[in-house]
């Protein structure tokens, strides 16, 4: 059975710092690309940042230079470090493991991050 658990959301000020966890079990984590994407209340979800097996990292323009993605393949857990919060980075954050031949594809079930004073 595949699991995708998130963790570390919670409530933080603008300017603060958060860490996301996805904890992944059920797939062979080595070769999955791994995403974080976010859907704010009454906006379409959007993707945040990726991270390929190799190592390859991408992030949205939206948030370059804050948020930094990154994958520990030995625990099966992805990052998604997150700085310079603002109120808009509201949003509950989601992991997603995609398979990179086959294409199926996973979610975990969401965290929470709110930004405000």
């Known amino acids: 059975q595949v699991q995708l658990v998130e963790s570390g959301g919670g409530v933080v000020q603008p300017g603060g710092s958060l860490r996301l966890s996805c904890a992944a079990s059920g797939i062979n984590f080595s070769i999955y690309t791994m995403r974080w994407y976010r859907q704010a209340p009454g906006k379409q979800r959007e993707l945040v940042a990726s991270i390929t097996s190799s190592g390859i990292t991408d992030v949205a323009v939206s948030v370059k230079g804050r948020f930094t993605i990154s994958r520990d393949v030995a625990k099966k857990v992805v990052y998604l470090q997150m700085s310079g919060l603002k109120p808009e980075d509201t949003a509950v954050y989601s992991c997603?493991?995609?398979?990179?031949?086959?294409?199926?594809?996973?979610w975990g079930q969401g965290t929470q991050v709110t930004v405000s004073s």
């Open positions: 997603h493991a995609m398979h990179p031949i086959i294409a199926t594809g996973y």
